[in-house]
C-alpha cells in the first residue's frame, strides 16, 4: 500500500533560499515515490510554520512526514511535537539538515541544490522504513543507597531524608563523620566543625527515614535505575549498639593498648574503644584482631564490666539486601602517601607531620589530642609549614587538589594561638587561594600571626634531612639562592587522593575512573554528579578534591537530581531508541551480551533467550552492528533504514 | 574534460562529530558538496555492510567519524568501530577496492577547521584515484 509522504521546505528567510534552489527541489520531490505533497515555507519553526504543518499533515491525510530545514539538533523536538498535536506518531518524521550541513557550507547554489536533492531523497526512502515508536515506563523505587557517611553522604542522606525516601546509609568505619570528624576548626570562618556538624550527625541517627549501617561495606549490586538490588555486608561490632550507653567503662578496663588509627596512628587506645570524645553513634566496638578474648587468654574484662550486657563475643557477619532506585557513592578521599616522596622525609625522621595528623593533635575531641609537641614532650620553637608536598610535581600527583593551602593557612593560624613565641615558617611555590573568601583569609593571617612566608623555586630543589637533632631543610629561594634552615616540627601539605575503596567500587558498579583514579563524571561541567551509568551518583570528594563547603553543593546537587528523576508514584519514562533481539533469529552466540557498554543484554541459558533491559539500554547500536545473525533491531537505526538512506544518497 | 567529482558517504555519529560539522555550518565554512552525511548514535553502529552498501550503490570513497577515544557518549562505542575498521580494511583489498578510500577520523564538536582540512583532503585523494569501478548488479544497471 503506497504511504503518503508530506516533504515540507523550510525556507529559512533567506538562509537556505539564498543557497538552495527551492523550486528545483520541489518538482524534484513531487517525482519520488508515495509523496503527497511538496511545500515550501518562509520559517517552519515560526507560530505561521507549525499550523502551516499541522494543517498540511491532517488535510492531507499524510502519513509520514520529511522536513528539510535546520539541524535536527536545532529542532526535531519542535517538529515532534507538531506531529504528535496533528496525530501523526512523533517517531514517523525525519529530518533532513539542508542548512547546517548544505546551504550554509556549498559555494554553489547549483552543486547545493543537487546535494539537497539526493539528501532529500535519502530522507523520503528512510521514512518509507520508520515505524511508529512509543515510550516504554518502567515501575522504580524513590529509596536511595548512600555509600559513605562523611559530610557529603551525610548531607544527600539528610536531604533525600526529608524528601521522604528511605536512605540506606553504609558507613565502613564504626563512627560517622568522615574526616571532618578530624577538624577542630573550618577555613575560613574558623568555626567550631565539631559545633557546625554534630546536628547533622544527630540527625542521622535520629531521621527515622535514615537506616545507618556502620561497619558495613557493599558486597554487590544488581539491577539497573530505578530498580538496584544491593547486598550489604556489616562486620560484626562485638557489642550491641542498642543496649551501650557508651559510657567508656569498657575500654577503661580493657588491657590492651594499640595504636588508634583514628588518629592516624598518633594516639593510642584500647581494643574496645570509643574513637573520639564525639563520636557518632557513640557506642563501643571491638577490634577483634587485638582483642585479647579472641586470643588464648579469653579475657572477659570488659564484660564483667558492662553494666547493660552489651558486650557480646558471638556476634557475627550479616548480610543485609535493600532494594533501591538510585546510588550515591561518597566514599570521600586519603592522603597522598608520603612515603612515596623521599625528599621530605616523613616516616624517616621524627616531627615530620602530614596536616591530617596535626589536625588531629589540634584537635580537642580526639583522646591525643590538644597540644603539639615534640616527640620528646617540649614546646616546639621552629615550625616549617610546606605546600604541595607531592602534588603539583609529575613525579606524584600532577594536580593541584585546591584546598591543602588553605588548610595549611588554618593549621598556621592554629599553632600561632598555641605557641605564640614560636617561629612559624611557610614555604610555598605558588598559593592557591581562590573564591571570595580565600584571599582574605591569607590576607589577615600575614598580616596577624608573624607567619614567615617563603617563595621557594621548584619542588626537586626542597630536601630534608635530620642534622644534630634537629630537622634541616634545604631549598632553592625564589632567585635561585640555595639556602638551609633548621626546625623542630615540619607539617606536610600532600595532596587528596581517592579513597582505598575506590577502585573496588568502580568494578562493582561498573563506572569508570578518570585518569586520577577519581571517579568519572558523566559529563565534568553539565552532569558533574552523575555517573557515566544511569541511577548512580557521585558526591564530593570522591570525584574530586573539594572543600567542606562544595561537598555540601554536591550532596545538594545529587539529592535534587534524584527528587526530579525518581518520584512517587510516577513511572520511569524510557525512550523508545533502544535495541530489541529476534528469539527466532538469535543464534545464542552472547558475543552482544559482552559488547553491551551497560550490561543490558541478559542471556538466560535455561530457556535459550536473550532479552534488553529497556532501563538499561541507551540505543547506540553496538549490539546491533555485531550480531553475526541480524537479530538484533536497533530501534530508528535499522539496518533497513540506514541503507535506504544510503541508496537515496548515491541514487 | 569536467572534473571527476566524486561521492563520499560520511558516517557521523548523533554527538561529537554530527556537531563538529554542525558547527562549520553554522561558521558558514565552505567544503566539498561531495560529503553525503548520514546519521547515527554511535561510531560502533556502523556496521561493515553500510559501507559495503555504500561502495555498491556508487560511492567513491567513505568516511566514518566518531567521539575522540575515551570521550565516547556510550563510552567504548568507537573502539569497537575502529577494531572493526581495521578488519575492514583487509577485507576491502580483498575486493580489490583500494583501502584508502575508506577513512576513519576523530572528531569532536568544536573541531571543525579539523573536519574541514579532512574532507577537502579525503575529496582530493579520492578524485585522484578516480570513480570506484565494481562489478555489481546496480552498477550493471546503471
Not at chain 1, 538510585?326 to 602530614?354: H, P, R
Not at chain 1, 616527640?375 to 610535581?393: E, M, N, P, T, V
Not at chain 1, 616540627?489 to 575512573?513: C, E, G, M, N, Q
Not at chain 2, 581495521?86 to 580489490?96: F, G, N, P, R, V
Amino acid at each position: 500500500m503506497p504511504e503518503t509522504i508530506g516533504v515540507f521546505i523550510c525556507e529559512c528567510v533567506s538562509n537556505i533560499k539564498d543557497s538552495i534552489d527551492i523550486d528545483d527541489l520541489i518538482s524534484f520531490a513531487l517525482n519520488l515515490e508515495d509523496v503527497a505533497i511538496a511545500k515550501p515555507f518562509n520559517v517552519l519553526c515560526s507560530d505561521e510554520g507549525k499550523e502551516f504543518i499541522k494543517n498540511g499533515i491532517t488535510e492531507n491525510k499524510l502519513k509520514r512526514l520529511v522536513i528539510a530545514a535546520c539541524s535536527p539538533k536545532e529542532h526535531e523536538a519542535t517538529f515532534k511535537k507538531i506531529a504528535a498535536e496533528a496525530g501523526l506518531n512523533p517517531f514517523l518524521l525525519q529530518i533532513i539538515n539542508i542548512r547546517e550541513q548544505c546551504a550554509w557550507t556549498t559555494s554553489n547554489k547549483h552543486l547545493a541544490t543537487k546535494k539537497a536533492e539526493r539528501m532529500l531523497s535519502s530522507g523520503i526512502k528512510r521514512v518509507h522504513f520508520h515505524e511508529p515508536l512509543e515510550a516504554y515506563e518502567s515501575d522504580c523505587n524513590t529509596d536511595v543507597l548512600v555509600i559513605g557517611a562523611g559530610i557529603a553522604g551525610i548531607s544527600t542522606a539528610i536531604s533525600l531524608a526529608k524528601k521522604n525516601r528511605q536512605v540506606y546509609l553504609v558507613e565502613k568505619q564504626p563512627v560517622i563523620g568522615g574526616k571532618a570528624a578530624y577538624y577542630e576548626k573550618v577555613f575560613p570562618s574558623m568555626e567550631c566543625c565539631s559545633c557546625m556538624i554534630q546536628p547533622l550527625l544527630n540527625e542521622v541517627l535520629e531521621n527515622e527515614n535514615i537506616h545507618l549501617f556502620t561497619c558495613s561495606k557493599v558486597e554487590s549490586v544488581k539491577g539497573y535505575f530505578g530498580n538496584f538490588n544491593i547486598r550489604i555486608k556489616s562486620f560484626p561490632r562485638f557489642v550491641n549498639p542498642s543496649t551501650c550507653i557508651g559510657c567508656g567503662r569498657c575500654s577503661d578496663v580493657c588491657p590492651v593498648i594499640v595504636k588508634d588509627e583514628y588518629s592516624e596512628g598518633i594516639g593510642a587506645r584500647n581494643a574496645i574503644y570509643i574513637p573520639t570524645l564525639t563520636a557518632v553513634p557513640h557506642k563501643a566496638s571491638i577490634d577483634k584482631k587485638n582483642c585479647l578474648h579472641f586470643s588464648e587468654q579469653l579475657c572477659n574484662a570488659c564484660v564483667d564490666t558492662c553494666h547493660f550486657g552489651s558486650i557480646n563475643f558471638e556476634d557475627s557477619e550479616k548480610i543485609i539486601e535493600v532494594n533501591v532506585g538510585a546510588v550515591v557513592i561518597a566514599t570521600g578521599f586519603e592522603l597522598f602517601d608520603l612515603k612515596n616522596a623521599m625528599q621530605y622525609g616523613y616516616g624517616a625522621i621524627e616531627n615530620i607531620f602530614s596536616s591530617l595528623e596535626v589536625e588531629i593533635l589540634l584537635n580537642s575531641t580526639v583522646p591525643s589530642g590538644r597540644i603539639v609537641l615534640i616527640k620528646d614532650g617540649s614546646q616546639a620553637k621552629d615550625i616549617a609549614l610546606i605546600h604541595c608536598a607531592g602534588s603539583r610535581d609529575k613525579k606524584h600527583i600532577e594536580y593541584c587538589s585546591g584546598i591543602c593551602c588553605m588548610n595549611l593557612l588554618k593549621i598556621g593560624h592554629l599553632l600561632r594561638k598555641q605557641l605564640p613565641h614560636a617561629c612559624i615558617s611557610d614555604f610555598y611555590i605558588d598559593l592557591c587561594l581562590p573564591g571570595k573568601e580565600y584571599q582574605a583569609f591569607f590576607n589577615n593571617i600575614k598580616e596577624n600571626d608573624r607567619i614567615d612566608f617563603i617563595r621557594i623555586k621548584n619542588h626537586d630543589s626542597l630536601v630534608i634531612s635530620k642534622e644534630n637533632n634537629r630537622i634541616s631543610l634545604k631549598y632553592q629561594d625564589i632567585v635561585g639562592e640555595y639556602r638551609t634552615a633548621f626546625f623542630d616540627i615540619v607539617i606536610l601539605a600532600p595532596a587528596l587522593k581517592p579513597s582505598k575503596d575506590t577502585l573496588r567500587l568502580a568494578r562493582l558498579f561498573d563506572i569508570t575512573l578518570d585518569r586520577n583514579g577519581f571517579f568519572n563524571e558523566g559529563y565534568p561541567i553539565l552532569s558533574p554528579v552523575s555517573a557515566a551509568r544511569e541511577g548512580i551518583y557521585i558526591a564530593g570528594c570522591a570525584r574530586s578534591p573539594m572543600a567542606m563547603a562544595s561537598a555540601v553543593v554536591d550532596a545538594l546537587a545529587v539529592s535534587g537530581r534524584i527528587s526530579s528523576t525518581l518520584i512517587h508514584g510516577k513511572k520511569l519514562k524510557i525512550e523508545p531508541l533502544i535495541a530489541e533481539i529476534s528469539n527466532d533469529l538469535c543464534s545464542d552466540c552472547k558475543i552482544c551480551t559482552g559488547l553491551c557498554p551497560y550490561g543490558a543484554i541478559d542471556y538466560n541459558s535455561s530457556t535459550k533467550t536473550p532479552s534488553v533491559n529497556k532501563v538499561l539500554c541507551q540505543g547506540c547500536g553496538i549490539c546491533a552492528s555485531s550480531c553475526p545473525s541480524g537479530a538484533i533491531i536497533c530501534r530508528h537505526y535499522t539496518d533497513r533504514q540506514i541503507n535506504a538512506e544510503i541508496t537515496g544518497l548515491l541514487g | 574534460m569536467d572534473l571527476f567529482e566524486p561521492k563520499i558517504i560520511g558516517f557521523l555519529c548523533n554527538w561529537c562529530s554530527y556537531e563538529g560539522v554542525d558547527s562549520a555550518g553554522r561558521s558558514q565554512m565552505t567544503y566539498p558538496h561531495n560529503f553525503l552525511p548520514v546519521k547515527v548514535m554511535c561510531s560502533g553502529r556502523i556496521d561493515t555492510q553500510f559501507i559495503l552498501k555504500a561502495f555498491s550503490e556508487g560511492a567513491d570513497g567513505v568516511i566514518v567519524f566518531g567521539c575522540h577515544l575515551g570521550e565516547c557518549h556510550y563510552k567504548d562505542g568507537n573502539y569497537h568501530m575502529m577494531r572493526r575498521f581495521a578488519l575492514l580494511k583487509k577485507l576491502l583489498s580483498e575486493l580489490a577496492i583500494k583501502e584508502e578510500r575508506i577513512q576513519l577520523e576523530w572528531i569532536s564538536a568544536n573541531e571543525k577547521d579539523k573536519f574541514v582540512m579532512i574532507i577537502s583532503q579525503m575529496v582530493e585523494k579520492i578524485r585522484g584515484f578516480g570513480p570506484l569501478k565494481i562489478s555489481t548488479k546496480s552498477n550493471q544497471h546503471r
